[in-house]
């Protein structure tokens, strides 16, 4: 028995407040995208001001990423059943208070805990805004709408740790690094209040009940992946961690055939089956996972080099970031000059090779000038990086969510949403242990920075060879609704 493919019923605002409603979704991704790595400048304050291990660090940064993966598939299903506007706003609202909660939080315990929480606010809030564009716009406004987030991705890439360095450096009424929380509180409170007035609301009308144990079997899977890779260097790698890490693989495979049975029953699956029958989809997640985890993974090993290396302030060490952050802007714009529909999928590929080059000429400034560098000297590889990221980023979702049918279009903002955040959290996880690890092997700091870019280059390498799994171009054929 099959799944007969629910409809969808989009009660639309005016033709013209598509466009302030898009504003509304960019927003709680700035808001998402400030948050996720703005603990990468403020990490080394807060844990001299709160204390804690090591791991701390990377909790900061991987508790919200994490919490974020696991439910943003849930997200996007709450979204189909109970409405993405309604979802939205109650995402938007739970994420703001939770930020306030960060702010006033007194120990590393609850702070991590407020961050968990955060981040699973997020996962309500984030799948309704992409799945909202598919029923907002025509297709031949897809990939303007699509295109968007490009800029304010890879801005808030960037500038999360340059406002984060700001606001720590400083210390607005005396709050330190809680001011990076407590910011959110008027950005999310507009974001609520907009979205009263412009977002449509958007249901799946054949809807049913959404897979409690589904959520149950992906949630335990991902969980047992990331925990013991944060934990295992502090405990010294028992044996417990490897078997967790290996059962996370057989719960990642148990979801699977559930979901594929679950499906075969008529019932609504997590995650719908056929979105991985599409080429576009299945290589976008792939892809995206590598990249992903490349690129916030090297985000917080910078911060770590910067401050805690190199002895900058907060406020130093977010700016030396800035040409990347210039970068990705000129890439973005080279993107939307018209490459993006001359070249298709060869502007990600392009962009991985340029991207690589910028981590490769950052890697050798490092091995010539040593703990001596300046920022002004690591700013030529860290621009050329922003510029194959603006290139990336720009087509990225436009290419791996065109095609999917708008039925599917919760399901697979959530999931694709979802494995962003799942590579964010393994990237912190992996390249901030592989790093720390090699500073506890008696390395110096530019060593383990060397040793660290040449990860992050092949991973840009595996994103490249992914990227041929991908369509040449995007398909924008769906009818709107």
Not at 180 to 209: H, M, Q, S, W, Y
Not at 429 to 458: C, N
Request: neutral net charge.
């Amino acid at each position: 028995m099959t799944v007969t493919a629910p409809s969808a019923v989009t009660t639309l605002q005016p033709h013209r407040w598509r466009w302030p409603a898009l504003g509304v979704i960019l927003a709680a991704e700035v808001m998402d995208m400030l948050d996720a790595l703005i603990t990468t400048i403020a990490a080394p304050t807060i844990r001299q001001d709160l204390g804690g291990e090591e791991s701390l660090v990377q909790w900061l940064g991987a508790g919200y990423t994490l919490a974020m993966a696991v439910g943003l598939i849930t997200g996007g299903r709450l979204g189909d059943l109970l409405g993405r506007k309604r979802m939205f706003l109650i995402g938007a609202a739970g994420f703001t208070v939770m930020s306030l909660l960060c702010g006033l939080a007194g120990d590393p315990e609850l702070l991590i805990a407020g961050r968990a929480l955060q981040g699973l606010f997020g996962a309500v809030m984030l799948p309704q805004g992409l799945g909202m564009i598919k029923e907002m716009f025509p297709p031949e406004e897809l990939g303007k709408a699509f295109g968007a987030f490009g800029p304010v991705m890879t801005l808030g890439s960037v500038g999360g740790p340059i406002l984060g360095g700001w606001l720590v450096d400083a210390d607005l009424f005396g709050a330190g690094w809680r001011m990076i929380f407590l910011i959110n509180l008027p950005l999310g409170l507009a974001a609520v209040l907009a979205g009263l007035k412009f977002l449509p609301e958007v249901r799946l009308t054949d809807a049913t009940r959404l897979d409690l144990v589904g959520v149950l079997l992906v949630s335990a899977a991902a969980f047992l992946l990331v925990y013991p890779l944060i934990q295992g260097p502090e405990l010294d790698w028992p044996v417990w961690t490897f078997a967790s890490m290996a059962g996370s693989i057989v719960m990642f495979a148990v979801f699977a055939v559930f979901e594929s049975h679950r499906a075969r029953s008529g019932k609504d699956p997590l995650v719908t089956p056929s979105l991985f029958r599409k080429r576009a989809f299945t290589g976008g997640l792939v892809a995206g996972l590598a990249f992903f985890s490349g690129l916030i993974g090297f985000s917080l090993v910078l911060s770590l080099f910067t401050q805690v290396g190199l002895h900058y302030s907060p406020l130093k060490a977010g700016l030396t970031s800035l040409p990347q952050a210039l970068g990705s802007v000129a890439g973005f714009g080279l993107a939307m000059s018209g490459l993006q529909e001359k070249l298709g999928r060869g502007l990600l590929q392009i962009g991985a090779v340029v991207m690589a080059a910028g981590a490769v000429v950052f890697g050798v400034t490092v091995h010539l000038t040593g703990l001596d560098v300046s920022p002004w000297q690591l700013a030529p590889g860290l621009a050329i990086a922003g510029i194959g990221m603006g290139m990336i980023m720009a087509p990225f979702f436009d290419i791996v969510l065109a095609g999917v049918d708008h039925r599917e279009s919760g399901s697979a903002s959530g999931t694709l949403t979802a494995v962003q955040q799942l590579g964010a959290a393994l990237g912190t996880a992996v390249l901030g242990t592989f790093f720390f690890h090699l500073l506890k092997a008696q390395w110096s700091f530019g060593a383990a920075m060397q040793a660290t870019v040449w990860v992050e280059v092949g991973l840009l390498g595996l994103t490249l060879a992914l990227s041929f799994l991908l369509p040449r171009r995007a398909q924008t054929d769906q009818p709107a609704h």
